[in-house]
């Protein structure tokens, strides 16, 4: 029996991820013009989601963006200014500052997860939920797959010392 075929089966799985990545993106951009956000930077959007879900800390956002501290630095102040998050000493350390969301940063991001949401039902009446299913399963192990130290590395961190 012939396997099922389409013709997206030929075009590369990075080309695919980078044009995903750029309709979320619009479509979120889209959403936050029409609520009054249009003043997020590009990658604002992200950080503000990252920090709306509190899973990671501000370090850990701007290693992932993949960007130098210097750029996160100023995409930080951009926030600040433009109203999004709000900066302060971390109490517990004066060294580190903390960075929250303002009520328009909460705002900003309920707007990006309603609109996000929407998208996703639309793909789920596309395809079902089991491929949306099969995609996070499928992209959750490339990710896992490839952010994971190396098993000579794993054997090295698991070393204390000499015994």
């Not at 609109?115 to 996703?120: F, Q, T």
Request: aromatic share 4%.
């Amino acid at each position: 029996m012939e396997e099922d075929t389409h013709p997206i089966d030929s075009v590369s799985l990075p080309a695919l991820l980078r044009a995903a990545r750029a309709v979320y993106a619009d479509v979120v951009h889209r959403a936050h013009a029409q609520a009054g956000y249009d003043d997020v930077p590009g990658n604002g959007t992200y950080v503000i989601g990252a920090i709306a879900r509190g899973h990671a800390s501000l370090s850990r956002i701007i290693t992932e963006l993949g960007v130098s501290k210097q750029a996160a630095g100023q995409l930080v102040d951009t926030l600040v200014l433009r109203g999004y998050l709000d900066r302060a000493v971390d109490p517990e350390d004066r060294r580190r500052l903390t960075v929250t969301l303002t009520e328009r940063g909460r705002a900003a991001a309920a707007v990006s997860r309603e609109a996000i949401d929407r998208l996703e039902a639309e793909l789920e009446l596309c395809v079902g939920v089991t491929y949306l299913k099969h995609t996070r399963r499928t992209l959750g192990a490339l990710i896992h797959a490839h952010t994971q130290p190396e098993p000579a590395e794993q054997s090295a961190q698991g070393q204390s010392g000499p015994s």
